[in-house]
């Protein structure tokens, strides 16, 4: 449990390290962005509005001009999420004695099996998320949200013409190349810190 959680605050650190990018913004937009035209927004408008969203999330202030009250609304709960995101590094402390003390009375199959049960839930995520992105879409911001603020028009919201369906396909599998190697090393330096601890153990067992 403790390895999972460990993983959860490694998946917030990265969504938050991604949604603050201006420049990632901006890739997306010239590859994904549809049909702002009638908005009156051009590919050139693209980097500004990128930058806006980058600077914004990071907390400075910022004018949306080409959206409207509700996708203003929403783009300010997604800093409010940002926010809480930041607070989960606050966890990882609690989380390091919790599991050093739990692994004081822990064997090598209780050790493997938390360790697998982690690992078995984060891919059945991540199957899910390939198979039915869609669904696993709408849940995520039922879960993550309190109104239905994103769900969004393409004919009267700007929003979602510049961020289309594709870019969060697109993120999403980014976002698992960009926590892949973290989980994976973590994982292994528990390996290494729990084999020094029985090492320890059996030196004194010797003695």
Not at 65 to 72: D, L, S
Request: net charge negative.
């Amino acid at each position: 449990m403790c390895l999972l959680l460990l993983l959860i605050v490694i998946l917030c650190a990265a969504v938050t390290h991604m949604g603050r990018d201006g420049s990632l913004y901006a890739e997306c937009f010239h590859s994904f962005a549809r049909d702002t035209e009638r908005f009156g927004v051009t590919a050139d408008d693209y980097d500004g509005i990128a930058q806006d969203l980058g600077d914004y999330f990071s907390g400075k202030d910022a004018a949306f001009p080409y959206f409207n009250e509700r996708e203003i609304t929403h783009l300010s709960d997604i800093r409010s999420l940002f926010r809480l995101f930041d607070y989960a590094w606050l966890l990882v402390i609690p989380i390091l004695a919790l599991a050093y003390a739990l692994s004081r009375h822990m064997d090598a199959d209780g050790f493997v099996g938390g360790w697998g049960l982690a690992a078995l839930l984060l891919c059945g995520l991540a199957v899910y998320i390939i198979y039915d992105f869609e669904n696993a879409f709408i849940l995520m911001h039922r879960l993550l949200f309190t109104n239905e603020l994103w769900l969004l028009d393409p004919y009267t919201d700007l929003l979602i013409c510049l961020m289309p369906e594709g870019m969060f396909s697109y993120l999403a599998i980014r976002l698992g190349w960009m926590v892949l190697p973290a989980w994976l090393l973590v994982p292994s330096v528990c390996v290494l810190i729990y084999n020094i601890r029985m090492e320890k153990r059996t030196r004194k067992s010797g003695h």
